[in-house]
Structure formats: structure tokens, C-alpha cells
């Protein structure tokens, strides 16, 4: 009984309501997602540096449009700061040596306190009343059609980048570098190279964030990681079980940020189910097993090998 | 084998539709029960949204209260949807908006970041705010007047600093030196920091602060500020609330006394005395400026942010004992 009540308490709308917000802020992660499959799956490197980054993002775009610079403005600086990090980390890694996820962690810690000084401390508002702002939570039917924009200019400028030969060596630096060395390639100049455009992607999201929520925190970056990870593997397992073998590379990329929308709103699903707040997370990462387990086990299933064995196992009878 | 995964992919399958069925279900239900609301305005109940950044003593102390005080003003005509950001401040955002498309009448946010998150959502649901210290720096208001002028009002849980630094001299009036020690994250322990320190300074003492990143270098920060010094000040900081042990191993050993903003850290720092206030009280004072907002029809606007109902002068029996420290009768054991 009490279980039909709590279904019945439960409304709909309201999830549908709220979904457009979850959208906004999902492209936003996507964005994000974005930078981290440029590390992590074209060029195989287990970058950490994110976390530091989008807070540094954040934290530049507040201070400069609380500065009175326009946001526009400030967003982009935000991104050349996010582009200086990827190159600390990919200095570290090529010119000193330091394993990659390790000198990833080194440039996030560092950013910890480079974000504290930027920010004066640990935290500042941007009032949407007062400013002019790209994206916010105040206006999410303007937001959406912006970010909707942001992400197929990005997407597109990132399908012709890794098309261009720089683009394509960087992704053969990450599939086989010893081939590219032979190539007569610099695989540490294409190293640095993606670790900046990643980090920029992330500085840019990390801005675009605060914005939308209205604030800069210097903890709005941990975990950044996790979620862009997530995203990017939810995106190509849905994308893989919708479009399969189809798949091309601008079509991976639309997916990585479509990873970030279906992970809000995965979050968004929970909050609406009302379940205990300290279960949130748990929750949350069941829901996300369950998504990606479904086309799994459902190829699993339609496996030509599986439809073999049975006729085999048949015919043997 | 084949059979089981086909199995549990069903299972999967159900448990994915049973959602979106319960999702289709009982819209008629919803329509039902809207109408009855205009009819008996005075049988109305009241949706409000918590959000809450963090799972955390202090701030689940103020969420009690303010729930408490909503029910016994208004029984079962209020309901909670009561959400916790789990210490992610974006999602205090997607939570914000949660509310906001679902109608509610009023949301509290519990914690700053919780807060500009709900000034960021909407302009025109009242926003009440608690366990928050500054709401000028907050909410990025320029002329802070005490009252924002817009739908948002609430609590601070700003400790009376002037009075902490003259209880601080009341104890030790010979001391020189004043360490204070706080983590770098927390925006509400900057500014009692600065706020303190003048009154300290003004008071003769020498005084330094020893920030920390996170609970990995709250040991050493804490080592170097009790070398330093003569009296260590905790400011009410959530990390160190979270670590108290720590400073207090430290601490004991080395016959530093210690006084606290607050009655949870004091305690669990071994600190010799704190001037409390209760998050308990702070959230009941926020529930009741709610019930002045939905039944009273009070402006936000026009409400002044208001302070913890009191103040209790306490110490720590124990530790006075170690250090030999006697106390006037106006102060309350812990």
C-alpha cells in the first residue's frame, strides 16, 4: 500500500518540467566529456588535470566578469587558462618524464591553490541580475538553444581538426606512437598539443558552469573527472547500441556530449524518485549500470556466435 | 547461462519500464487532487524544496529545525522534498531547478553554495537561506543593508566575532600569540578569519592564520600553528569540524589551549571554551520566517536577515582542569 502511495506521490510533469535544465547543464558536461576523450580515447592518456581545470575556468570567468569584462571575453581568457594547463602537465610529462597520471595530478593540486588566489577565496557569486550571462539557470529555454549552438560548433570544429593531418597524428600518436615516431612525427609535440585543446574544452565548459549556476567554487572541479568519464562511456555504448557499425567519428563526438545529457538526466531521475538523499550517488551509479549493461548483454544475446551455437546444439540433438 | 543473461536483461528490461510506466500512470491522479486546493484555501498545503549542499552535523542540525518548525506551525499541511547535493555544488543546480519546474512554494538552501544556486534559479519563489555567514558576499550584493531587497531572506550562522575575541581575552589575557587555523575551501572561514583578526589585534594580540587544503595537511598546518603559538582560535569551519581529532592530538600534548566558534568543535577539539550557537535553533528561526512568507504573506524582500536567537558562554570541564584554567559561573559546561 505504501508503495503505491509513494508511486502515486510521484509526478510526472514535474520530471518533464525540470528537463530541459538537465539538458543545459548535461551539454555543459558534454563540453567537458569532450576534452576528456580527446585525452583518454584519441590519444590514451589518463589525464587528471580536469579537475584543476574546469574549476579554473569557473573561477577566471567569475572574477573577470565581476571584474566588468563582458562574458564573452572572460569566457575565452578562461579558455587560454585552461590551455596553459594542459600544457604544464603535458611539460611534465614529455620534458621531465613524470608518468601521465601523475603529472595530470601535480598540475590539478596545483590549480587548488591558483584558484584560491584567483577567486580571493573559496567562493564568489555572479548575480544574474546584475550581469549579462551566457547561460543560466534563470533562463533555460535561451540557455538551451545557446548551448545546443556551443556544442555543434564544437563538434564540428573537432571533426575537421582530427581530419587535418596534425588532427590525424595525434590520433595515431595515441593507437600506435612507435608507428608515428617511424613517421618521423614528434609524438611529444602531439602529446602537449591535445592535452591543450583538451584542457581548453574543459576551461570553457568549467565557464560556462559557473555561469550557469550563478557561482564559482573551488570545489566545483572534484569529481570532474568521474562525471566526464562517465559521460563519454555512456555516449558510446548508447551511440554503439543505436547506431552500431554506422558509427562514424562526428557521430561518436555528437554521442560523447549526448553521454552528458543522459547523465543528468539519469541524476534528475533520482532527485525526482525522491529516494533518500544519502543515496543519492548509489543510485545514481546503479541507474548508469543499468543503462550500460542493457545493450551489452542485448548484443551478447544477438551474438551470430550465440544464434551458431544454438543451431548447433539443435542439430546435435 | 545464455538463459540467465536473457534473464536479467529482462529484469533490467522491466525495471527500466515499471519507471517509465510509473511515470505515465498517475497523471489523472495529479489533475484529482488539484482542484480541491482553490475551494478551501484554508486546508491548503505548502511543497518545499531543501537543498541541502552537504551531509554534514551542523547543517543537518538546521534542517531538522527548520522542518520541525514548519510542522508544528502547520502539521501535514506541509511537505518536504528534501534533497542533498552530497558536497557537488553543481548539483545543488540541477536540484535548484528541480524545484523551480516543479512549482514549489518556497525553497530553503542550506549552505552558500545551495543558496546562489537558488538566487541563480528563480527570481520570483522565496528563497529562505540558513547556515550561511555573509549573505552580501553570498549573493553578490553590493550595498548590504540587511535585507536583499529581493525574494530571499534567512539565517546567518555568523558567531557575535567581537564577542568571541573578547572571551578569547577574558581567558587569556596574558597570551601573545593567537593562531587561527582553517581550511582554504570555505568561504565562511575567510571572513570570520578577517573579522577576528581585527578585533584580536585591536586587543594587543599578535595574530597569524595557518589555512589547510583538505583533512591530508590539516596535520601539519595544525603542528606549525600550535608550535607557533600561544592560543589557537577555530572559526566554525566544516572541514574542522570534520577533523577535530586531529588538532586536538596535537594540541593536548602540547599545552596549547584552543577556543572554538562552536559547541561541536569545541568539544571535539579538547577546546577550553566556544560562545555556541545551535544550528538546531538557526533552522527553526528559518521555518518560522517560512511560515511568516506562506501563510502570513510577508515579502522576503522586505525581511532582515536574522541571527541565531542566542548565545551560551561554554567550557569544557575537563580541559579546564589540564590546564589548571577557572572559569566565572556565567559559562555552562558542554
Same mark, same amino acid.
Given at each position: 500500500m505504501e508503495l503505491i502511495a509513494y508511486f502515486l506521490s510521484l509526478k510526472p510533469l514535474n520530471l518533464l518540467s525540470a528537463l530541459p535544465g538537465n539538458i543545459v547543464q548535461g551539454i555543459i558536461w558534454g563540453i567537458m566529456a569532450l576534452g576528456v576523450f580527446i585525452t583518454f580515447r584519441l590519444l590514451n592518456f589518463a589525464d587528471l588535470t580536469v579537475d584543476g581545470t574546469f574549476a579554473a575556468g569557473g573561477a577566471v570567468t567569475v572574477v573577470l566578469i565581476l571584474a566588468g569584462i563582458p562574458a564573452p571575453i572572460a569566457l575565452a581568457i578562461a579558455t587560454i587558462v585552461g590551455l596553459l594547463g594542459g600544457l604544464v602537465t603535458g611539460f611534465l610529462h614529455t620534458i621531465l618524464g613524470i608518468p601521465d597520471i601523475l603529472a595530470g595530478i601535480l598540475t590539478q593540486i596545483s590549480f587548488w591553490s591558483i584558484n584560491l588566489l584567483v577567486l580571493d577565496g573559496a567562493n564568489r557569486a555572479v548575480n544574474v541580475d546584475k550581469y549579462h550571462l551566457i547561460v543560466s539557470l534563470r533562463n533555460i529555454s535561451s540557455s538551451i538553444v545557446t548551448m545546443l549552438v556551443f556544442a555543434a560548433v564544437l563538434v564540428s570544429i573537432l571533426y575537421w581538426y582530427f581530419g587535418t593531418e596534425q588532427g590525424s597524428a595525434i590520433r595515431a600518436t595515441g593507437n600506435n606512437p612507435q608507428m608515428v615516431k617511424a613517421q618521423g612525427i614528434n609524438i611529444d609535440f602531439m602529446k602537449v598539443l591535445a592535452l591543450g585543446l583538451s584542457n581548453c574544452l574543459v576551461a570553457f565548459s568549467g565557464g560556462l558552469m559557473s555561469q550557469f549556476q550563478g557561482f564559482a567554487d573551488i570545489k566545483m572541479g572534484q569529481g570532474a573527472i568521474v562525471i566526464g568519464l562517465a559521460a563519454v562511456i555512456i555516449g558510446e555504448v548508447i551511440g554503439d547500441a543505436l547506431i552500431g557499425k554506422y558509427m562514424n567519428f562526428y557521430i561518436k563526438l555528437v554521442f560523447v556530449v549526448l553521454g552528458g545529457v543522459i547523465y543528468y538526466f539519469v541524476i534528475g531521475l533520482v532527485m525526482w524518485l525522491r529516494m533518500p538523499t544519502d543515496l543519492l550517488k548509489l543510485f545514481t551509479a546503479s541507474v548508469v549500470a543499468i543503462f550500460l549493461a542493457i545493450p551489452y548483454l542485448k548484443a551478447k544475446t544477438n551474438n551470430s556466435f550465440v544464434f551458431a551455437n544454438k543451431g548447433g546444439a539443435q542439430k546435435n540433438a | 547461462m545464455k538463459n540467465m543473461k536473457r534473464i536479467i536483461l529482462i529484469l533490467m528490461s522491466i525495471a527500466l519500464v515499471l519507471l517509465s510506466l510509473t511515470a505515465c500512470g498517475k #497523471?489523472?491522479?495529479? #489533475?484529482?487532487?488539484?482542484?480541491?486546493?482553490?475551494? =478551501?484555501?484554508? +486546508?491548503?498545503?505548502?511543497? @518545499?524544496?531543501?537543498? &541541502?549542499?552537504? &551531509?554534514?552535523?551542523?547543517?543537518?542540525?538546521?534542517?531538522?529545525? $527548520?522542518? /520541525?518548525?514548519?510542522?508544528?506551525?502547520?502539521?501535514?499541511?506541509?511537505?518536504?522534498?528534501? &534533497?542533498?547535493?552530497?558536497?557537488?555544488?553543481?548539483?545543488?543546480?540541477?536540484?535548484?531547478? &528541480? $524545484?523551480?519546474?516543479? %512549482?514549489?512554494?518556497?525553497?530553503?538552501?542550506?549552505?552558500?553554495? +545551495?543558496? =546562489? +544556486? +537558488? =538566487?541563480?534559479?528563480?527570481?520570483?519563489?522565496? @528563497?529562505?537561506?540558513?547556515?550561511?555567514? /555573509?549573505?552580501?558576499?553570498?549573493?553578490? @550584493?553590493?550595498?548590504?543593508?540587511?535585507?536583499?531587497?529581493?525574494?530571499?531572506? %534567512?539565517?546567518?550562522?555568523?558567531?557575535?566575532?567581537?564577542q568571541q575575541a573578547a572571551m578569547l581575552h577574558e581567558i587569556f589575557p596574558d597570551a601573545h600569540k593567537v593562531g587561527i587555523i582553517y581550511c582554504s575551501a570555505e568561504p565562511n572561514s575567510k571572513y570570520q578569519d578577517k573579522v577576528i583578526t581585527e578585533h584580536l589585534t585591536d586587543m594587543g594580540y599578535s595574530v597569524k592564520s595557518y589555512t589547510f587544503s583538505d583533512s591530508n595537511d590539516l596535520q601539519t598546518v595544525a603542528k606549525a600553528a600550535i608550535s607557533e603559538n600561544d592560543v589557537i582560535y577555530l572559526p566554525t569551519d566544516n572541514t574542522i569540524a570534520s577533523n577535530a581529532e586531529i588538532i586536538k592530538n596535537i594540541a593536548l600534548p602540547a599545552k596549547v589551549p584552543i577556543i572554538a566558534g562552536e559547541e561541536g568543535i569545541c568539544s571535539a577539539s579538547g577546546g577550553v571554551a566556544t560562545l555556541s550557537i545551535s544550528y538546531y535553533d538557526l533552522g527553526y528561526t528559518t521555518g518560522e520566517m517560512a511560515y511568516e512568507i506562506l501563510v502570513n504573506g510577508k515579502d522576503p524582500a522586505t525581511m532582515e536577515i536574522r541571527y541565531a536567537p542566542k548565545f551560551t558562554k561554554k567550557y569544557n570541564p575537563d580541559i579546564c582542569d589540564t590546564f589548571g584554567i577557572t572559569l566565572p559561573d556565567e559559562y555552562e559546561a558542554l
Open positions: - | #497523471s489523472p491522479e495529479v #489533475s484529482d487532487t488539484t482542484p480541491s486546493g482553490p475551494e =478551501q484555501p484554508e +486546508a491548503q498545503s505548502y511543497n @518545499i524544496g531543501i537543498c &541541502q549542499l552537504v &551531509q554534514h552535523e551542523a547543517l543537518d542540525a538546521a534542517t531538522k529545525g $527548520f522542518r /520541525d518548525a514548519l510542522t508544528d506551525k502547520l502539521g501535514d499541511k506541509v511537505k518536504f522534498d528534501e &534533497q542533498n547535493a552530497n558536497g557537488e555544488p553543481d548539483i545543488s543546480a540541477t536540484i535548484c531547478n &528541480q $524545484f523551480v519546474s516543479s %512549482g514549489v512554494d518556497l525553497i530553503m538552501a542550506n549552505a552558500t553554495p +545551495a543558496l =546562489q +544556486a +537558488a =538566487q541563480t534559479s528563480t527570481n520570483k519563489i522565496p @528563497i529562505l537561506g540558513t547556515s550561511v555567514t /555573509d549573505y552580501g558576499t553570498a549573493l553578490d @550584493i553590493d550595498d548590504w543593508t540587511g535585507k536583499t531587497g529581493k525574494n530571499i531572506s %534567512g539565517t546567518s550562522d555568523l558567531a557575535p566575532l567581537d
